[in-house]
């Protein structure tokens, strides 16, 4: 959503999306809004409570049921297991995304890993549709007074129609950019510790195959899944750059890293928000 600074200023019902890669400081920054008054939603965890909460949970219990003493506890309703995701623990989606590679290395075969990123993609793309619904319910229902829109690391790959028009007709959309340093800080990062992730279908193909030749493997099978999210990731950072820009251009606004890191409360975000709108006005 396109607006003047004076128009955001005005605007009684604020709904901010912020925009970037995962670690760039959206949550952080989205920490320092009153939930006194913002309504916070988590793409994420809306994906894994809703969307992958059924798919997350099949995966747990096959690998219980791989344990006899648990397969009998399940069969008999003895135990039950339940997905805790919280909007600062979204580790059961990414123990269910996983990573491609051998099996031996803890690693996913091609087409589950694939089936699994499909499924993330769907869900995300409803999660962020859903944003329309969730703006009404948290005024109507709960009395909230603004909303913001804290997106996961992926969401630019979705290209899809239906969830950028939500996004930029409810929604003014902000777009957290990294620098040189800050990025290189996220691939070091990913390099000690890298995280199951969300990738475009066409750019993770590419990928594998480049990585494969690189290795001299004969396939995904042989591949060690920590090396190659290592790998992978700076390119991936590359890859996503210009769409989370191209996003910003067309529906919103961008303000640098380091200048959300500065923000410390609720009138440091909204004054950050009217300066990179207003820079737009030129």
């Known amino acids: 959503m396109h607006m003047g600074a004076k128009e955001f200023r005005d605007w009684d019902h604020k709904a901010v ?10 949550t952080t920054m989205a920490n320092h809004l009153p939930q006194s008054s913002w309504f916070h939603y988590s793409g994420d965890y809306r994906i894994g409570t809703r969307y992958l909460d059924e798919p997350i949970m099949d995966n747990i219990k096959k690998k219980a049921m791989k344990v006899g003493f648990l397969r009998d506890l399940l069969r008999s309703d003895s135990i039950y297991i339940a997905n805790n995701i919280t909007v600062h623990n979204l580790e059961p989606i990414s123990s269910f995304l996983g990573k491609p590679g051998s099996e031996e290395l803890g690693g996913l075969p091609l087409d589950e890993f694939l089936r699994r990123q499909r499924l993330h993609r769907e869900a995300e793309n409803r999660a962020m549709v859903d944003v329309k619904a969730f703006m009404a319910k948290a005024q109507e229902i709960y009395g909230y007074q603004h909303f913001l829109n804290d997106t996961g690391g992926s969401v630019c790959e979705l ?8 996004l930029a007709e409810n929604t003014v959309l902000i777009y957290i950019r990294a620098d040189d340093d800050m990025e290189q800080e996220l691939i070091d990062r990913a390099a000690t ?18 990585y494969i030749k690189n290795e001299e493997l004969s396939g995904v099978d042989e591949m060690d899944p920590q090396k190659f999210g290592s790998w992978i990731f700076p390119e991936l950072v590359r ?30 975000f909204l004054e950050l928000v009217e300066l990179a709108i207003g820079r737009s006005e030129g």
């Open 17 to 26: 999306t912020l925009l970037g890669m995962s670690g760039v400081g959206k």
């Open 159 to 166: 290209n899809s129609p239906e969830a950028e028009r939500v």
């Open 193 to 210: 510790n890298p995280k199951p992730l969300y990738y475009n279908e066409d750019f993770l193909h590419a990928s594998l195959d480049t």
């Open 239 to 268: 890859h996503r750059r210009p769409l989370y820009q191209a996003l910003a251009d067309k529906y919103g606004y961008t303000i640098t890293a380091a200048e959300a890191q500065q923000v410390g409360s609720e009138s440091d």
